[in-house]
């Protein structure tokens, strides 16, 4: 179930990302944040256009998809060395300003559900929402 808590985190992630200079500033800007079942913050993650990584990689292999750079959801779940994570936020601002849709896709779901990560909530073109993994 959603709550204020979410909506607090949901716009903190959304203002760090509208302050972000992206590499590419025609692109969208993607942030995450992983954080206990408490909502204490664990770590942070965003996209990165210039940068990949191995596990990113791999997943995307398991798939048989080409994702050659880092999804801000993989880049948290590298960060993440606790046991204790429970939710993943993911926030995605358009150029303007506006919240989209920032579903993880295939790849960052999988490496999600094997993470033993609860719950996700994301932005979409209307506000947020969650699913349970």
């Not at 179930?1 to 909506?7: F, K, V, W």
């Not at 302050?19 to 079942?37: G, H, I, Q």
Request: hydrophobic letters at 35%.
């Amino acid at each position: 179930m959603m709550s204020e808590r979410d909506a607090r985190i949901i716009e903190k992630l959304a203002k760090m990302c509208r302050a972000d200079t992206p590499e590419n500033n025609k692109r969208y800007r993607v942030f995450s944040l992983l954080t206990t079942k408490r909502g204490q913050p664990i770590c942070y993650g965003k996209n990165s256009y210039i940068k990949t990584h191995p596990i990113q990689a791999e997943y995307a292999q398991g798939i048989n998809e080409d994702q050659i750079f880092l999804h801000a959801e993989i880049s948290v779940l590298v960060k993440n060395t606790t046991k204790n994570a429970h939710t993943l936020y993911v926030v995605r601002v358009l150029r303007n300003g506006d919240y989209a849709q920032a579903k993880p896709c295939e790849v960052c779901q999988l490496a999600i559900q094997e993470s033993g990560i609860k719950r996700v909530v994301h932005t979409t073109d209307l506000g947020f929402q969650e699913y349970l993994t």
